[in-house]
């Protein structure tokens, strides 16, 4: 992307943040100031009017949620004057990406950063037994990843570099799987699976295919093609975000239009 595009989103990040602010802390103080007055026979628009006066509220701006529907101010001690957290969660994630920009290794793996096509981490990622890739494995694999990822045939489902030598583990979405299903429901039945789930097992066995597909072009280190579609079936019957909506939601969509 040109710099000059660049410059041009930075910029327009910051667009109108006088007004955003402004009414944003509107409603943060006004969350507070109610929360250390009497409720006792409050006339809730007359203290809204007189603590926006105090405060010199340009009239031309208004506040972001007006009292009548501002969850912050009635809806629960867990909710209670806490909108102004929304603003220290800016400054905090400010802080720590100015702490990642400033480190020595910057944001990312450079060793992955620097691949084409910009390879998630866990491909290169270390093994059950902690063992870490090398730099020249992790070379090799990136290679064979671009090399195989549209192949068809035996040839494309090669193990990739550094696969021999790793153990690999059970990934989040099979470590969800069982905690919703049962220990022994994670095994490599996707009629049992869909028994559990209550999806249609021709639907999970097209995940199931996508996911074997998939692993041409990247996979944890160790993993077989097999254990990469039961992977990926198992984040979809968990309905996670990966897969039941981003890379399969036209199957959920499906799952959904059943019920």
Same mark, same amino acid.
């Given at each position: 992307?040109?710099?000059?595009?660049?410059?041009?989103?930075?910029?327009?990040?910051?667009?109108?943040?006088? #007004?955003?602010?402004?009414?944003?802390?509107?409603? !943060?103080?006004?969350?507070?100031? #109610?929360?250390?007055?009497?409720?006792?026979?409050?006339?809730?628009?007359?203290?809204?009017?007189?603590?926006?006066?105090?405060?010199?509220?340009?009239?031309?701006?208004?506040?972001?949620?007006?009292?009548?529907?501002?969850?912050?101010?009635?809806?629960?001690?867990?909710?209670?004057?806490?909108?102004?957290?929304?603003?220290?969660?800016?400054?905090?994630?400010?802080?720590?990406?100015?702490?990642?920009?400033?480190?020595?290794?910057? #944001?990312?793996?450079?060793?992955?950063?620097?691949?084409?096509?910009?390879?998630?981490?866990?491909?290169?990622?270390?093994?059950?037994?902690?063992?870490?890739?090398?730099?020249?494995?992790?070379?090799?694999?990136?290679?064979?990843?671009?090399?195989?990822?549209?192949?068809?045939?035996?040839?494309?489902?090669?193990?990739?570099?550094?696969?021999?030598?790793?153990?690999?583990?059970?990934?989040?979405?099979?470590?969800?799987?069982?905690?919703? #299903? $049962?220990?022994?429901?994670?095994?490599?039945?996707?009629?049992?699976? !869909?028994?559990?789930?209550?999806?249609?097992? $021709?639907?999970?066995?097209?995940?199931?295919?996508?996911?074997?597909? !998939? +692993?041409?072009?990247?996979?944890?280190? $160790?993993?077989?093609?097999?254990? +990469?579609?039961? !992977?990926?079936?198992?984040?979809?019957?968990?309905?996670?975000?990966?897969? +039941?909506?981003?890379?399969?939601?036209?199957?959920?969509?499906?799952?959904?239009?059943?019920?």
């Amino acid at each position: 992307m040109p710099k000059e595009l660049v410059d041009k989103i930075k910029k327009a990040s910051t667009f109108n943040q006088g #007004f955003e602010t402004t009414e944003y802390l509107a409603s !943060a103080i006004m969350d507070m100031k #109610f929360h250390l007055t009497d409720p006792s026979n409050i006339d809730v628009d007359k203290f809204e009017k007189e603590t926006l006066d105090d405060l010199k509220m340009p009239s031309e701006l208004p506040m972001r949620h007006r009292t009548p529907h501002f969850g912050h101010v009635f809806s629960g001690e867990g909710y209670a004057t806490a909108y102004y957290g929304y603003m220290w969660a800016d400054v905090l994630t400010s802080d720590a990406s100015e702490a990642f920009a400033e480190a020595p290794g910057g #944001f990312y793996d450079k060793d992955v950063a620097k691949k084409k096509g910009s390879q998630p981490k866990k491909y290169y990622a270390k093994d059950a037994d902690g063992d870490e890739m090398s730099k020249s494995t992790k070379d090799k694999r990136a290679a064979h990843f671009q090399k195989n990822k549209d192949k068809e045939g035996e040839d494309a489902f090669k193990p990739a570099p550094g696969d021999s030598q790793a153990d690999t583990k059970p990934s989040q979405h099979t470590k969800k799987y069982k905690k919703m #299903f $049962g220990e022994g429901a994670a095994d490599k039945s996707l009629q049992k699976k !869909a028994d559990k789930s209550g999806m249609p097992v $021709g639907i999970l066995k097209q995940v199931y295919k996508r996911g074997v597909a !998939a +692993w041409k072009g990247g996979h944890r280190p $160790g993993t077989t093609p097999e254990q +990469w579609g039961h !992977a990926r079936v198992n984040s979809f019957v968990t309905k996670s975000k990966g897969t +039941w909506g981003g890379a399969d939601k036209d199957l959920a969509k499906q799952v959904r239009g059943r019920k």
